[in-house]
C-alpha cells in the first residue's frame, strides 16, 4: 500500500513517542499509520484493542502494511476486557505496545473497559491501581481516536491520568 501524507507523519509522530494520541479525523489512515510506526519501533509483542468490527479490520491491515511477522501479535475487542479470563492471560503476557483503537471508549473510570485498561481508581481518586491495568504491562501505549472528547473534555482524562499525569 501507498501511505497518504498523514499516515507519513502520523507514523512519525507514534514512532517518536512511548506514549501519545494520534486523534486524525476518522478515515484519514490511523491504522495503516500505527502498523508503519510499529514497524519503524521493531514491535513485536502487540496488544491492539478494538470495536467489534474492527478486528477484522486490523488482521487484514497488518497483512496489507507490515513487513514483519508478529507471533506475538493480539487482536481484541473492548467487551472482551470485561471477561476475567481473557483480562487475566493479556496481564500475563509482556507487551511492547499497546494500541487502544478507538480509545475514546475509555473514557470512563466507572466502565469496566476503561478500569482493565486503565486500572482503578483508589482513595478518592489518589491513587490509580495499576496492578491490574494493561497499560502497565505495555512499554508504551499508542491511542488511535478520529473523536477524543465526544463529550466533553473530561473523557480524555482517564488517558491523561494512566499516561501523563503530569500534564494534568
Not at 23 to 40: F, Q, W, Y
Not at 51 to 59: D, E, L, M, P, Y
Request: proline content about 6%; charged content about 25%.
Amino acid at each position: 500500500m501507498t501511505p497518504l501524507p498523514t499516515q507519513i507523519e502520523g507514523a512519525r509522530w507514534l514512532s517518536s513517542r512511548k506514549h501519545a494520541l494520534l486523534a486524525d479525523s476518522p478515515r484519514v489512515g490511523k491504522t495503516g499509520a500505527a502498523i508503519m510506526a510499529l514497524d519503524d519501533n521493531f514491535d513485536d509483542a502487540v496488544l491492539v484493542i478494538t470495536t467489534a468490527s474492527g478486528r477484522a479490520v486490523w488482521r487484514r491491515a497488518f497483512r496489507q502494511w507490515s513487513g514483519f511477522e508478529r507471533p506475538r501479535l493480539r487482536i481484541v475487542g473492548w467487551p472482551e476486557l470485561t471477561n476475567a479470563t481473557t483480562r487475566a492471560a493479556l496481564l500475563k503476557q509482556d507487551w511492547d505496545r499497546l494500541i487502544l483503537d478507538e480509545s475514546h471508549y475509555g473514557k470512563s473510570f466507572e466502565a469496566k473497559r476503561t478500569q482493565a485498561v486503565y486500572g482503578q481508581m483508589l482513595d478518592g481518586g489518589e491513587h490509580l491501581n495499576n496492578h491490574t491495568a494493561l497499560y502497565a504491562c505495555a512499554r508504551g501505549v499508542w491511542c488511535l481516536s478520529g473523536t477524543p472528547l465526544p463529550h466533553d473534555p473530561s473523557d480524555i482524562y482517564p488517558m491523561m491520568r494512566a499516561l501523563c499525569p503530569d500534564r494534568l
